[in-house]
């Protein structure tokens, strides 16, 4: 299997005597996690969020995905896009590290650091937390994160 590969398989369903096809993605690696491939997910997920592509990393939920994310609430594919399309709109050279904390079964915990400057050019460097919970799919369904930012200067940086 290719790393990070989506697969779509096809399941049968039967309505009023019509056969109908359903389709459901796959974002590998699945649950229940090894710690080799929690990692795998991990490293999957700081690759995406570093390519600043709200549509891509966007894959990696479901579509009707639950997201806290410091103090704002956001609900399904469409306001992840949203969000993220305006996070990296106003953290320019944005930079991630995600490290795995822990993991079982269908959930991950991660801990986190990025850094990025705001339109005035200030750097920061936020350090926070993440609880994932994935579907039997691959599909992340819950992330709970808790950010704090700290200002840094640009000698500071570290990614």
Known sequence: MQRGRSKFIYLPFFLEQT???????QKY??????????QEKVQLAEDAWNSQ??????????????WRN????INGRKEVIAFLSDKWEKEKNYKLKKELW????????VRFEY????DQGQWFRAYG???WEFNEHGLMQRRYAS?????????ERRL
Request: aromatic fraction near 8%.
């Open 115 to 118: 850094e990025y400057q705001n």
């Open 29 to 38: 690696p699945l649950p229940p996690f090894t710690e080799e491939t929690a």
């Open 129 to 131: 937390n993440e609880n």
């Open 102 to 109: 822990a993991f079982s079964d269908n959930r991950i915990a």
């Open 19 to 25: 056969t109908m096809k359903m389709i459901i993605e």
């Open 147 to 155: 950010i704090n930012d700290l200002q840094i200067t640009e000698t």
């Open 53 to 66: 592509d709200p549509e891509k990393v966007a894959k990696a939920y479901t579509m009707d995905t639950e």
């Open 70 to 73: 410091r103090s704002q609430f």
